[in-house]
């Protein structure tokens, strides 16, 4: 049986965005492409074994919960914890050889009680906090940090990681600028001091594609291995201060079918709130999607795809409805597909003209498809 929307996901599109970001970063730099957040509502387990079946050598993920799922997916490859874990998760997340990102004493210590009772080496990524100011290590407290560190026998000190704040939603890239100076400094004063860390990381997407220098030993790109770019900044600096011909390739479609068609008189309200009134004699499609599966209650003037043609939605998005405008759509029948999101044959609907319509950005609307909904995987 299939549920009433499913979202398809283009395995070669997947892999054609691994392609490219391998072939921009080389064969030594570490891909690990970030697959939190459901793979950004793409699926996690088959959207990973896509991303490792084309060259992907680690993967970032947000939670032990979702590490625990790879693993009893039989995914054997490093995973990087990116997020917080609750310290009675860290023997867990030991167990399952996972790499984490410390930035506090409690967790390091927990580590180390973790590697003890299970015999592993606990590897950890340090963060250091440059400007960001969410997760990190000050600047002022690395060093003693770091040493007290180095001095627990089963924790090995793997990498040193740091996040940019706004490369992604500017042009103007002074301040990842300042903040990639500062991880440079971070990682010399260590180095400096004997702490020689393997891994260096800090790129994310936007720096993978803009900023060679960023990409160290490993980069932890999201948005771009699923075919979209971070921004429009992103998109234009790339293509006036690079265009090196990297090509992404959106990999998700989100479907359903209309439930039922009906013609409807001039003056009659649509919907909840009665805020829209027909302007003419007008055929709607009912159709069974709404903001419990993800399609945001804020987006105005959504527009689907039927038969190839785009079709306006009338009145709010409901809990598990939406209505659309198909009067001008020639032979449209209940149960035709509906496009909400991708390709049909001439024409397409992205995920941006979706952040566009509802105020936000690429990432929140393919994260917010709701998990329930069936990925299936095309060619
Ligand atoms: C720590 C960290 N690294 C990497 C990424 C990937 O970023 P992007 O999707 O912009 O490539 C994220 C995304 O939020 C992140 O939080």
């Not at 998760?89 to 506090?104: A, F, G, P, Q, T």
């Not at 039922?260 to 027909?278: H, S």
Request: hydrophobic fraction near 35%; charge should be positive; include cysteine.
């Amino acid at each position: 049986m299939r549920d009433l929307t499913w979202v398809e996901i283009s395995k070669s599109s997947l892999e054609n965005n691994i392609h490219q970001l391998r072939k921009i970063i080389g064969k030594k730099t570490i891909l690990c492409p970030c697959v939190k957040a459901n793979a950004y509502g793409h699926g996690l387990i088959e959207t990973s074994k896509i991303f490792l079946n084309a060259g992907a050598d680690w993967l970032s993920v947000n939670s032990v919960y979702e590490a625990k799922t790879l693993r009893d997916s039989g995914i054997k490859s490093p995973l990087y914890i990116l997020g917080y874990v609750p310290l009675d998760s860290i023997k867990l997340s030991v167990e399952l050889d996972c790499r984490l990102v410390v930035y506090n004493y409690e967790t390091l210590n927990a580590v180390s009680s973790a590697s003890t009772s299970t015999g592993k080496t606990g590897k950890i990524h340090l963060k250091v906090e440059t400007g960001t100011n969410r997760q990190g290590i000050l600047y002022k407290d690395l060093k003693a940090f770091a040493k007290i560190a180095k001095t627990f026998k089963n924790i090995e000190i793997e990498g040193l990681s740091t996040h940019f704040s706004n490369i992604e939603d500017s042009t103007d890239h002074s301040y990842a600028e300042l903040q990639l100076e500062r991880f440079i400094e971070a990682a010399k004063t260590l180095k400096e001091t004997g702490i020689d860390i393997p891994i260096l990381h800090c790129a994310n997407s936007a720096a993978t594609i803009l900023f060679k220098k960023t990409r160290f030993n490993m980069v932890r790109p999201g948005i771009s291995c699923y075919g979209m770019w971070p921004s429009l900044e992103t998109y234009n600096t790339y293509i006036q201060e690079i265009k090196n011909g990297f090509k992404l390739s959106p990999a998700l479609t989100w479907k359903t079918k209309i439930a039922q068609i009906k013609n409807i008189p001039i003056g009659e309200a649509v919907g909840y709130g009665c805020t829209y009134i027909t302007k003419r004699e007008t055929t709607l499609a009912v159709i069974p999607v709404g903001y419990y599966d993800g399609y945001d209650r804020s987006i105005k003037n959504g527009l689907v795809l039927i038969n190839d043609h785009i079709a306006p939605l009338r009145g709010r998005i409901c809990m598990n409805i939406i209505m659309a405008d198909i009067t001008d759509i020639p032979g449209v029948k209940t149960e035709n597909e509906v496009v909400l999101m991708g390709s049909s044959k001439t024409t397409a609907l992205t995920a941006e003209d979706f952040a566009n319509w509802a105020g936000t950005i690429n990432y929140e609307v393919t994260t917010r498809i709701n998990e329930r909904i069936p990925r299936i995987i095309i060619k």
